[in-house]
């Protein structure tokens, strides 16, 4: 399905020509006449993007756009305000109630169907990141996301680039009472600059006499390190066709010329904890895919990816004809410390036995958590003898390591078992690796533990 537009006017005629422009663009439409009604449907539909009315009786535009952006669900739909209001201060007004944009009427066809692009464009990047946070918070490994609309941003590292020496001043001491500002009037410096630091925006005017603005903001966003760093660009009132280009070009915001300074302040900050908001998903997507292979005691791999990459390391080691071995190595009489000392002593036993294993092993081999008191070590390009030199190397560090506890009794001393098996070429799999190393690891336990086996390899 294509994107969702909320329409919200109480002129029915108002209505009607914008879901004529938006459905010939291709465009689904719902509608709302006041902000009551707005309210309900957003809960219900869930649109991509707002064109809402300011002037509405019972609950005005100002009001309906702060309750969305102050409810979770919602907050991260686009809302753009649509009025025949002029004054600056009303726009500051709806930048503060969360709006992302403006359009004023009667409108502009271009300036519309660029805004809806390009905010439909952020909608679904954010629509993609809230949905793996929501799984993550759902399999109980994150905590819920934070409205970003409420979030304090002051501090923020800010770039503005503009060659006109008087604009740059008066913007760099506006933004640099709430901010820390860089103000750069040598345009030719500033991707270097932007490169070698960590802004959380940058400002860039595109009327620059010695360099084209749009064409540094394209070379900016092109750039790994900066392609999600917020622009905002500087444009002249008149200058439509840069506007548009702009925004066309993924550009996230404007201002135009002469600048108010306390709208500035409102999309600064709007952008701002946008960012910071997409940053947090992001480093919750990768804490979640952390926490979804690694084991939570030990900082291990778990035995979910040990299964995946085990079965992919075969195949490979198959495939190119490399030798492949396995330990699994289960730690002697490990009950009898629970039961002895309780299952927190247990734990940080097992914590400093995965750091002995780690430290035994090399960069290359993969060290895994088993489950209980068992763990794996996968040996690509390793022949069964130096496996075996290797495991009984494992073997007598734990042997002779005193493992330090927080009980009374200071230290324990323990023993592991060990068996270990080596890739057959003549069709073996993954699981029956596993299985020969199991087996060895049963025989050694049967036949007096702190000792290593080998398999059979058949």
Known sequence: MTALILVVDDVPANVKLLEAKLNNEYYDVVTAKDGFEALAVMKERHPDLVL?????????????????KEDESMSHTPVVMVTALTDVQDRIRGLDAGADDFLTKPINDTALFARVKSLIRMKGLLD????????????????????SF?????GARILVVDDDSVQLKRLAQVLGAH????????????????????????IVSTMMTDMDGLRLASHLKSHENLRHVPIIMIVDEDDERALLKGLEMGLNDYLVTPVDHNEMLARVKTQIRRKRFQEALKSNYKQSISMAITDGLTGLYNRHYLNTHL????????????????????MDHFKQVNDTYGHDVGDQVLQALSKVIVNATRGSDLVARFGGEEFVVLMPETDFKPALDAAERIRRTVEKTPFVVTHEVGQILKTISIGASTLNHMGDSGEALLKRADTALYQAKNGGRNKVVAAENV
Do not use: W
Not at 53 to 68: A, H, L, Q
């Open 150 to 154: 409420t979030s304090d941003v002051s």
């Open 311 to 330: 079965n992919n390391m075969v195949r490979e080691s198959l495939a190119k004809n490399k030798p492949l071995s396995l330990l699994i190595m289960d």
């Open 128 to 147: 993609e990141l809230r949905l793996r946070d929501k799984t993550g918070s759902q399999m109980g490994i994150l905590d819920e996301g934070q409205n």
């Open 52 to 68: 809402l009315d300011v002037m509405m009786p019972g609950m005005d535009g100002f009001e309906t756009c702060k309750k969305i």
């Open 179 to 202: 901010y820390q500002v860089e103000a750069v009037d040598q345009p030719e410096s500033a991707q270097n600059i932007a490169e070698a630091n960590d802004f959380d925006l940058v």
